[in-house]
């Protein structure tokens, strides 16, 4: 594996449901992120992790649980969420001192009936 | 008023075209500027960044800071069809600390190049 991988990349789920996103690394980066992509608005960063440390959360919604247990591994928890969180979930590395230099995945896209 | 304003298009031109991709914004603590490239069902891909005003080239590919007007400009120089997908610019303070990766990101331009 190469680069940054997201899975699942695409799921769906009933407002009662959770789920776990996950998303790893193979770049050698310390700083990951999460980001909401939803049609015809900007990406939406939501949360920052340098050094497994939590260091943003963007007014995130509690239904929304990130995890980083190390450099590599980041999981965002999904529990009781809304038709409007349906979206692509894309998650980012980088080196924390070039934070400019953000590399993707792929993203999961995900939908809730 | 958006922090950063980007016109979403779509735009479409003809293969070979020079094209123009803009972005204007309003905190003038940016210092880093970056373009992406997202094609349909992928992640963002990292195109190019400056640092502060001036241009870099890439290839095809020349950016273009101007931090007097809160100006940015991507161009394209002989355009493909497989330049064909969504430009995202984004930027970012980077002053230190807390401001670490917290890129403000457009709405992104739609570009269709076709043959």
């Known amino acids: 594996e190469t680069g940054v991988t997201q899975t699942p990349r695409h799921l769906v789920m009933g407002m009662t449901n959770k789920k776990s996103l996950k998303c790893e690394q193979h770049l050698g980066h310390n700083a990951m992120y999460w980001y909401k992509q939803s049609a015809k608005k900007p990406l939406e960063l939501m949360f920052v992790y340098n050094f497994k440390e939590q260091t943003e959360n963007n007014s995130v919604p509690s239904r929304f649980s990130p995890e980083c247990p190390n450099s590599s591994h980041l999981f965002l928890h999904l529990h009781t969420l809304q038709p409007e969180d349906s979206a692509l979930y894309l998650c980012?590395?980088?080196?924390?001192?070039?934070?400019?230099?953000?590399?993707f995945g792929p993203g999961t896209r995900l939908t809730v009936t | 008023q958006k922090e950063v304003e980007q016109d979403p298009g779509p735009l479409s031109v003809p293969e070979g075209a020079i094209v123009s991709l803009n972005c204007t914004y309003s905190n003038s603590a940016f210092q880093y500027f970056m373009w992406y490239r997202q094609y349909s069902r992928k992640g963002p891909e990292l195109l190019m960044y400056?640092?502060?005003?001036g241009n870099k080239e890439d290839g095809r590919f020349t950016a273009q800071v101007d931090k007097s007007s809160k100006y940015i400009s991507l161009f394209i120089r002989d355009s493909q069809p497989s330049d064909s997908a969504t430009y995202l610019c984004a930027m970012v303070d980077n002053a230190g600390g807390t401001s670490y990766g917290k890129l403000t990101f457009g709405q992104g331009t739609i570009l269709t190049v076709h043959p």
């Open positions: 400056t640092y502060s005003s």
């Open positions: 980012a590395s980088s080196l924390r001192d070039r934070g400019y230099e953000q590399y």
